[in-house]
């Protein structure tokens, strides 16, 4: 399977998690971060939005981003 469909695959999935946790009082998002193409969990109070947790957090991911950054800055310099 080519990563395109794969990819579709995935955001059809998380829609469904997402309409199904709707009927709840505490809500579950699921999404995929656009920069490092990882899976976003995220629960948040049905009514108000109100963000309770996200795994992996904000902060979780931009650390990733920049080790990214990082060693391909490093391999770049050995090459």
Same mark, same amino acid.
């Given at each position: %399977?080519?990563?395109?469909k794969?990819?579709? *695959?995935v ?9 199904? %946790?709707? *009927?709840?009082? =505490?809500? =579950?998002?699921?999404?995929?971060? *656009?920069?490092?193409?990882?899976? #976003? #969990? ?8 109100? !963000?309770? *947790?996200? =795994?992996?957090s904000?902060?979780?991911?931009k !650390? ?5 950054? !990082?060693?391909?800055? =490093?391999i770049?310099?050995?090459?």
């Amino acid at each position: %399977m080519d990563a395109a469909k794969e990819a579709e *695959r995935v955001v059809k999935a998380t829609e469904l998690l997402n309409e199904f %946790m709707e *009927r709840s009082s =505490i809500a =579950i998002h699921f999404s995929i971060d *656009r920069d490092s193409e990882k899976l #976003v #969990v995220k629960v948040v109070k049905a009514q108000s939005g109100e !963000l309770i *947790r996200q =795994i992996p957090s904000e902060v979780a991911l931009k !650390l990733s981003q920049a080790l990214d950054t !990082l060693n391909g800055l =490093i391999i770049q310099d050995k090459v």
